[in-house]
T-cell receptor
Framework: DTEVTQTPKHLVMGMTNKKSLKCEQH?????MYWYKQKAKKPPELMFV???????INESVPSRFSPECPNSSLLNLHLHALQPEDSALYLC??????????????FGPGTRLTVL | QQQVKQSPQSLIVQKGGISIINCAYE??????FPWYQQFPGKGPALLIA?????SEKKEGRFTISFNKSAKQFSLHIMDSQPGDSATYFC???????????FGTGTRLQVTL
């Protein structure tokens, strides 16, 4: 299996809802990432997990809560989002290499709309 | 110092032509430089990547040229095809399991 899968593909939620995005990979990668991408912009890093521990948080608001239950799964819990949080949310994974290198493989994304 | 500047913003190339996209970085500690291709509504796909100890890398029709002294790198797409029409992002990073700093993207259109 050489892909990153994400569910759901599309999500519409109100500002008071609680929802979760899910990401899965079976490539044996021990680093997993959440990125946010607005239309016509590059992806922006939100979080990095390395060996199931949160290693980077790019000052993301607490209404976004990541979770890494095991080495294959990554969740992003959403609560009390704002309309400006509407975006494509991308999950990625990579090996953790002692010699460096950072080949990140992206999933297809979840298109989130906040009403 | 973390920026990666990408040009042009958009590019129109005839089928069979060469597409060239350029990027410049500031942080000399960056040690990994990938290019991603993204189609509308899809996630970015890793095309090709280079480390700073190599000046050129070729994979099929795609070539990265890297100039360490100028802090620049570029993507060349030979024999461009309509199926190459997509947005291309350069990126740079330091170390492993780390942030990819992306350029602003280039929208490539290959015409018949």
């Amino acid at each position: 299996d050489t892909e990153v899968t994400q569910t759901p593909k599309h999500l519409v939620m109100g500002m008071t809802n609680k929802k979760s995005l899910k990401c899965e990979q079976h490539m044996g990668h021990r680093a997993m990432y959440w990125y946010k991408q607005k239309a016509k912009k590059p992806p922006e890093l939100m979080f990095v997990y390395s060996y199931e521990k949160l290693s980077i948080n790019e000052s993301v608001p607490s209404r976004f809560s990541p979770e890494c239950p095991n080495s294959s799964l990554l969740n992003l819990h959403l609560h009390a989002l704002q309309p400006e949080d509407s975006a494509l949310y991308l999950c990625a994974s990579s090996l953790v290499r002692l010699a460096g290198g950072n080949e990140q493989f992206f999933g297809p994304g979840t298109r989130l709309t906040v009403l | 110092q973390q920026q990666v500047k990408q040009s042009p913003q958009s590019l129109i190339v005839q089928k069979g032509g060469i597409s060239i996209i350029n990027c410049a970085y500031e942080n000399t500690a960056f040690d990994y430089f990938p290019w991603y291709q993204q189609f509308p509504g899809k996630g970015p796909a890793l095309l090709i990547a280079i480390r700073p100890d190599v000046s050129e890398k070729k994979e099929g029709r795609f070539t990265i040229s890297f100039n360490k002294s100028a802090k620049q790198f570029s993507l060349h797409i030979m024999d461009s095809q309509p199926g190459d029409s997509a947005t291309y992002f350069c990126a740079a990073s330091l170390g492993t399991a780390s942030k990819l700093t992306f350029g602003t993207g280039t929208r490539l259109q290959v015409t018949l």
